[in-house]
Nanobody
Framework: QVQLVESGGGLVQAGGSLRLSCAASGRIFRLNGMGWYRQAPGKERELVASITSSSITNYADSVKGRFAISIFRDNTKNTMYLQMNSLKPEDTAVYYC??????????????WGQGTQVAVSS
């Protein structure tokens, strides 16, 4: 199994910054890509940013220039970060970590974290 553990959410004033972390561990032979999604109350879950195994990044238009996704890999785990600057009240949502994982048996699967709340006050 694969575990995704998020941290770093919280309450911040508009214009402030937060850094989210997602630690991926378990039976990971290859990590094809990871991403951050968010879901605000009454809205659908949306992609915020993603990063491929080649470190190619992609951002939603609403966060370009303000958010930065990165990933740190070592022998035991992979940790993905989302640096969020110049936060706006409309960034308020539950943020979820997502990962495309291939096991040593060659089986691919997609995993979600439990979510971390980000609240931005005006």
């Amino acid at each position: 199994q694969v575990q995704l553990v998020e941290s770093g959410g919280g309450l911040v004033q508009a214009g402030g910054s937060l850094r989210l972390s997602c630690a991926a561990s378990g039976r990971i032979f290859r990590l094809n890509g990871m991403g951050w999604y968010r879901q605000a109350p009454g809205k659908e879950r949306e992609l915020v940013a993603s990063i491929t195994s080649s470190s190619i990044t992609n951002y939603a238009d609403s966060v370009k220039g303000r958010f930065a996704i990165s990933i740190f890999r070592d022998n035991t785990k992979n940790t993905m970060y989302l640096q969020m600057n110049s936060l706006k009240p409309e960034d308020t949502a539950v943020y979820y970590c997502n990962a495309d994982v291939v096991s040593r048996a060659g089986i691919g699967d997609n995993y979600w974290g439990q979510g971390t709340q980000v609240a931005v006050s005006s």
